[in-house]
Antibody, heavy 121, light 111 residues
Framework: QVQLVESGGGVVQPGGSLRLSCAASGFTFGHHAMYWVRQAPGKGLEWAAVISYDSENIFYADSVKGRFTISRDNSKNTLYLQMNSLTIDDTAIYYC??????????????WGQGTLVTVSS | QSVLTQPPSASGTPGQRVTISCSGS????????VYWYQQLPGTAPKLLIYRDNQRRSGVPDRFSGSKSGTSASLAITGLRSEDEADYYC????????????FGTGTKVTVL
């Protein structure tokens, strides 16, 4: 079955950087777009970024554009999120999620357990 | 600020029917598939309904989704205590800003 395991979260100071990883298994990783979705403490879900199956199409939420970089390595079945210039507002659980469709995008169908990023001085 | 609007809360007694609405626009719900997620306390979201009204394998048939124009709904019939959770709708958006949007979320309480 589909497994998504995030790692790389932790405590970082404002202005700092962090790189999240998401190891995927149980499906053909290179056939599906992938998402990063975050959830601030006590808040709702917020889409952060999406990358197409072949990395040709990448999109970001306005709130992270210019600071975060999504990437993937299909040979390693791994998704990444490089986060720079972090602010307190970036404090959240970060989930990676798999796209429902092959080759196209419609919405996520499977989610990892999440990794907590805390931005604090 | 989410572009998909849900009621903040809904409630019912065991066995009752609860409906959660998700209001959007022509750039999101009106032109793209709606997905519904359940998030139990302290856990990751789980897909319930995909492509507007398709129930994911393993999801009880008490859950159903529908869509009309720029609005969608999730219905829970025969409400059970384990249905107490947060529910979110989501869809791609072809507007000028964020491309994938989640609803504001609805907390369902079983009385």
């Amino acid at each position: 079955q589909v497994q998504l395991v995030e790692s790389g979260g932790g405590v970082v100071q404002p202005g700092g950087s962090l790189r999240l990883s998401c190891a995927a298994s149980g499906f053909t990783f290179g056939h599906h777009a992938m998402y990063w979705v975050r959830q601030a403490p006590g808040k709702g879900l917020e889409w952060a970024a999406v990358i197409s199956y072949d990395s040709e199409n990448i999109f970001y939420a306005d709130s992270v554009k210019g600071r975060f970089t999504i990437s993937r390595d299909n040979s390693k079945n791994t998704l990444y999120l490089q986060m720079n210039s972090l602010t307190i507002d970036d404090t959240a659980i970060y989930y990676c999620a798999k796209e429902d469709l092959k080759w196209e995008t419609a919405g996520p169908d499977s989610w990892g357990q999440g990794t907590l990023v805390t931005v604090s001085s | 600020q989410s572009v998909l609007t849900q009621p903040p809360s809904a409630s019912g007694t065991p066995g009752q029917r609860v409906t959660i609405s998700c209001s959007g626009s022509s750039s999101n719900i009106g032109s793209n598939s709606v997905y519904w997620y359940q998030q139990l306390p302290g856990t990751a979201p789980k897909l319930l309904i995909y492509r507007d009204n398709q129930r994911r394998s393993g999801v009880p048939d008490r859950f159903s989704g529908s869509k009309s124009g720029t609005s969608a709904s999730l219905a829970i019939t025969g409400l059970r205590s384990e249905d107490e959770a947060d529910y979110y709708c989501a869809a791609w958006d072809e507007g000028l800003t964020d491309l994938y949007v989640f609803g504001t979320g609805t907390k369902v309480t079983v009385l």
